[in-house]
């Protein structure tokens, strides 16, 4: 638990001081998620955006990818193990 708050803790720290890295593409989101533990990485990602916890951006012209803030992501992650570790 303490693990997960630090990490939320530096990706905020991130998207204050460094606006621009606060971005991730939905490739490297999925492996975020994976890399953090998270089963089934694309479903949670879309159950995830339809809740509302965490937004995609899309920055640009038209055909540009879709970005996801990292922060959002880690705070959906603080989030999953805090349910996870109450019930």
Same mark, same amino acid.
């Given at each position: 638990?303490? +693990?997960?708050?630090?990490? %939320? &803790?530096?990706?905020?720290?991130?998207? !204050?001081?460094?606006? +621009?890295?606060?971005?991730?593409? =939905?490739?490297?989101?999925?492996? @975020? %998620?994976?890399?953090? &533990? !998270?089963?089934?990485?694309?479903? !949670? %990602? =879309?159950? *995830?955006?339809?809740? &509302? *916890?965490?937004? /995609?951006?899309? /920055? &640009?012209?038209?055909?540009?990818? $879709?970005?996801?803030?990292?922060?959002? $992501?880690?705070?959906?992650?603080?989030?999953? =193990? @805090? =349910?996870? @570790?109450? @019930?």
């Amino acid at each position: 638990m303490i +693990e997960s708050c630090c990490a %939320l &803790g530096a990706a905020k720290i991130q998207s !204050v001081h460094f606006p +621009e890295e606060d971005k991730a593409s =939905k490739s490297e989101a999925i492996r @975020f %998620l994976r890399r953090n &533990g !998270v089963k089934y990485p694309t479903k !949670v %990602l =879309k159950d *995830l955006e339809d809740r &509302g *916890l965490i937004h /995609r951006h899309k /920055r &640009g012209t038209r055909n540009e990818k $879709l970005n996801y803030s990292i922060y959002e $992501l880690q705070n959906a992650i603080t989030c999953i =193990k @805090f =349910k996870s @570790f109450i @019930f």
